[in-house]
């Protein structure tokens, strides 16, 4: 195999791993009840399901406990204290220890994907930073250790409450996403009560723990990005941009969360002299990873210019004409839709039409890195 194709495979494996490792659910193994390497896709799923629910009885446990700031203890708690210890007892985790912590740490997702044990964060004063947390039940429904109302320490409270529908900042992910519906028959039914920190009337009592399930949603996006010049000496920082509009369908498969997707993505590379259209199709376990393929209609004469001479590159047209990696970190949820910051990396089928070997240009021809912005609804 020449060199430049072993490392095309190797970049290529090293780009998908690391970034599976990074921006993942952050438990998705290492703790207590975490699944077995040679789980099945079920038994994955099932063990995710019982974290979820050891971690939502054993705060139901705290039920009542004051609310002492910084507090750790079943004497007294604050909000991030009782995920802490929540966390601890059901699977020996520790986990960080604020809510500005915490937001940092978790997957970011909205709050229709939100399941039983996520975690659902808040801006309650005026900085307009991460102020407080609280373990998500399901049905709007919520336990935490509220500081400030009629009612303080250890509670249950909804979205329902104008002063929580407020102050909503977001939600998060510790375990993988459930694919399917799951009821947790063991858990009591709801009862009706009054408390929250606002002195409305909420709902409160152990609510029914039912994940939501669904057949899927479909998701709309577009997305701009600058392509980046890393490897070519004397050349602009920016090469040119890329671009998608993307149809989605986020859905389950073989019993796991997968995208799949349509893209068309217009592109302009600089530094090659051509005008690209890619037509791919990508999949990814969420919306931080999804890996791309598909073939390219390239327009113009490919060539880089290398010390004066022209570098002259064939094969941009191709049935498998790009194959890449998108990466998003974090995801920021608006009411206008979702925005993601993401990195992209993809291989070009560009070949040199020279016979002498030159590994940076013949590199910069054929990997494209780019940084931009991505936005994306919901349709339905």
Not at 291 to 296: E, H, K, L, Q
């Amino acid at each position: 195999m020449p060199i430049i194709s072993k490392m095309k495979l190797f970049f290529s494996a090293m780009l998908f791993f690391f970034a599976s490792w990074i921006f993942a659910a952050p438990l998705e193994g290492g703790f207590a009840l975490a699944p077995r390497a040679s789980a099945t896709p079920e038994e994955r799923e099932q063990a995710y399901l019982n974290a979820r629910h050891g971690v939502i009885e054993a705060a139901k446990k705290y039920e009542g406990t004051p609310y002492l700031y910084g507090g750790i203890t079943s004497s007294g708690l604050d909000c991030s204290g009782l995920l802490y210890l929540s966390f601890r007892d059901a699977i020996g985790v520790s986990l960080p220890r604020s809510a500005s912590g915490l937001f940092s740490w978790v997957e970011r997702i909205s709050f229709e994907r939100a399941q039983p044990g996520d975690l659902l964060f808040f801006k309650t004063d005026s900085t307009g930073n991460i102020t407080h947390v609280a373990l998500y039940l399901g049905g709007r429904r919520f336990i935490h250790a509220a500081s400030a109302g009629p009612v303080t320490g250890v509670i249950y409270s909804t979205l329902d409450d104008n002063y929580y529908a407020r102050a909503y900042a977001g939600a998060g992910r510790a375990f993988p996403e459930a694919a399917s519906s799951v009821n947790f028959n063991n858990s009591p039914s709801i009862a009706n009560g009054s408390s929250g920190s606002s002195g409305g009337q909420v709902r409160t009592g152990r609510p029914n723990l039912s994940l939501d399930g669904g057949s899927g949603h479909l998701l709309f996006g577009a997305a701009f990005a600058p392509t980046w010049n890393g490897f070519l000496k004397d050349s602009a920082v920016v090469r040119g941009f890329s671009s998608q509009v993307c149809l989605f369908a986020d859905t389950s498969f073989v019993g796991m969360r997968m995208i799949f997707g349509l893209e068309l993505r217009p592109e302009y590379d600089g530094a090659l002299g051509v005008f690209r259209l890619p037509i791919t199709l990508s999949w990814g376990p969420s919306d931080k990873i999804r890996i791309f393929a598909g073939p390219v209609f390239s327009f113009g004469d490919a060539s880089l210019s290398i010390d004066g001479a022209e570098r002259r590159y064939s094969g941009g047209t191709s049935w498998l004409g790009t194959i890449g990696i998108t990466i998003a970190p974090f995801v920021i949820n608006s009411a206008a839709g979702d925005f993601a910051p993401y990195l992209e990396a993809a291989w070009q089928s560009y070949f040199s039409e020279d016979t002498d070997f030159n590994l940076n240009a013949d590199f910069s021809a054929s990997f494209r890195f780019s940084t931009g912005i991505r936005w994306t609804i919901r349709v339905f």
